[in-house]
C-alpha cells in the first residue's frame, strides 16, 4: 500500500510540473502573438498613410500646378526667362 501511494505521489508531481510548463510555454506565445499583432496594426497604419498620400498625389496630378512642379523638379525645366545657376 505504500508504494501504491508513493507512485500517485509521482504521478500527480509529474502532472502538476508538466502543466506549469505548458502554462509558461502558452504565456510566452500568447505574448509573442500580442506583440507581433501590434507589429501588424502599426504596419498596417503605415500603409494606409501611404495609400492616403498617393491617392493625395493622384487627386492632384491633374492640376497645372502639379504637373509644373514635376516639370521642374523631376525633369529640370525651366522658363525662357528664368536664369538657370549650376552649383558645382
Given at each position: 500500500m505504500r508504494k501504491i501511494c508513493n507512485f500517485r505521489n509521482i504521478v500527480f508531481v509529474a502532472i502538476a510540473v508538466y502543466l506549469v510548463f505548458m502554462l509558461v510555454n502558452q504565456q510566452k506565445t500568447l505574448d509573442d502573438n500580442v506583440n507581433r499583432g501590434r507589429?501588424?496594426?502599426?504596419?498596417?497604419?503605415?500603409?494606409?498613410?501611404?495609400?492616403?498620400?498617393?491617392?493625395?498625389?493622384?487627386?492632384?496630378?491633374d492640376t497645372d500646378e502639379y504637373i509644373e512642379r514635376r516639370a521642374r523638379e523631376d525633369l529640370g525645366y525651366v522658363y525662357d526667362y528664368e536664369t538657370v545657376y549650376i552649383r558645382q
Open positions: 507589429e501588424i496594426r502599426a504596419e498596417l497604419a503605415a500603409a494606409e498613410q501611404d495609400l492616403e498620400d498617393i491617392e493625395a498625389e493622384e487627386a492632384a496630378a
